[in-house]
């Protein structure tokens, strides 16, 4: 069974959000090396800054996934017990 699409934006996600987070421990670790030379390093401290800002995107983006799906589990949920209340309420009333 597939997942739902929802499910799916937030495993991309969180696979995004895993990656860049490996990208910018590697980056951190050159941005160290004594042996870089000072142009390399503005460069690199930028792009450090921008997959900085990507991430805290896909972070944010995220929370609104998770957020999302939980509404639809408090929908269900809701289903759930409503079916159950007019389940009941039949037995009741017939004496089932």
């Not at 990656?19 to 690199?44: I, Q």
């Not at 929908?75 to 017939?94: D, P």
Request: net charge negative.
């Amino acid at each position: 069974m597939e997942p739902c699409p929802l499910q799916k934006q937030i495993e991309i996600s969180n696979d995004t959000i895993a990656s860049l987070r490996e990208r910018v421990r590697r980056m951190e670790g050159k941005l160290n090396d004594p042996t870089l030379p000072e142009e390399r390093k503005r460069e690199m401290s930028l792009e450090l800054m921008e997959i900085t800002k990507l991430l805290e995107t896909n972070e944010e983006q995220l929370k609104k996934l998770h957020k999302e799906n939980s509404k639809s589990f408090a929908v269900a949920a809701c289903l759930f017990f409503i079916c159950f209340l007019v389940y009941g309420l039949y037995v009741l009333v017939n004496g089932v």
